[in-house]
């Protein structure tokens, strides 16, 4: 891992990020795609004039959106010059010339909120403590207003959201939950999920989803199970239960990538970083 601000080295920066995930086939690069890592990649790199790699504390699946993503980019310390305009760093935010200009270059459904150094020790994705989500539905019966069409799923039918939100407290704590995510080879399903909770307003209906990470359509699964009871399909207890499956249930689809936002990932003071990235790298069991 390259050095934060090593002299002749590089220099690590944290950016804060949001995008409308509509037209990006998710986060991470792919070859022929538009991502939104690929399209943020492409940009710092004609500022910097070097090839760059990003790296963010979520990989948002295609269509998912974000207002709190965090990512870093380490630039070469030689190339940092280049975020400075002509006459040279700025008082104050030094990277406020930077922004601008990446506002100028990106397009309009993805924006960089921020750009500051980042502490010694800082990771975007493995210093992180916890990701926090939010998933919207309407039941209203005309649909969705059209200013929130694009970030709020459209849901036909009735839902109980109390017995949305029995069924979610059941499931909150440290658990293996391989019932709620698409298989990958080698990785753990184990998570500690720290809220998962439930509100209406109106014909609005919104979950608050936080842990400490997720895996693969972990969020959006979750909320598919617990749709089966809001429509009265399962009783509250029937999730707890998917806790003992060992592989993806396939009683339950995964709710629409259209109302899910990554709102923001938490991280611990300074001098605490680099002691969260080997936890967070340590393999967990039950």
Not at 170 to 180: I, K, M, P, R
Not at 191 to 204: A, E, N, P, Y
């Amino acid at each position: 891992m390259p050095a934060i601000d090593s002299g002749g080295g590089h220099v690590r920066l944290r950016l804060d990020i949001a995008y409308d995930g509509t037209d990006f086939a998710g986060w991470a690069t792919q070859a022929g795609q538009r991502t939104v890592a690929g399209v943020l990649e492409e940009a710092l790199s004609t500022v910097f004039r070097t090839a760059l790699q990003l790296r963010g504390a979520g990989r948002t699946d295609t269509g998912v959106h974000a207002t709190g993503q965090v990512a870093h980019v380490d630039v070469p310390a030689d190339a940092l010059v280049h975020a400075y305009p002509r006459t040279g760093r700025p008082a104050g935010h030094e990277f406020l010339p930077l922004v601008r200009r990446l506002a100028r270059f990106l397009p309009t459904d993805v924006r960089v909120l921020d750009i500051r150094r980042a502490a010694p020790g800082f990771d975007a994705r493995f210093s992180a403590l916890r990701r926090h989500y939010i998933y919207r539905l309407s039941v209203a019966p005309y649909g969705v207003m059209p200013q929130l069409a694009r970030y709020v799923t459209v849901w036909p039918r009735p839902l109980d959201v109390d017995a949305m939100a029995a069924a979610s407290a059941q499931l909150v704590g440290l658990h293996d939950f391989a019932a709620f995510c698409r298989h990958r080879e080698g990785a753990t399903t184990i998570r500690d999920l720290q809220r998962f909770d439930w509100s209406r307003h109106g014909d609005l209906i919104t979950a608050n989803v936080s842990a400490d990470a997720f895996c693969w359509q972990m969020v959006r699964s979750l909320v598919g199970a617990v749709l089966k009871v809001g429509e009265g399909r399962r009783d509250p207890q029937w999730c707890a239960a998917l806790l003992t499956a060992t592989r993806r249930s396939s009683d339950f689809a995964a709710a629409p990538a259209q109302g899910l936002t990554l709102a923001g990932v938490d991280y611990p003071p300074d001098d605490q970083l680099a002691a969260r990235i080997a936890i967070t790298r340590d393999r967990r069991e039950l």
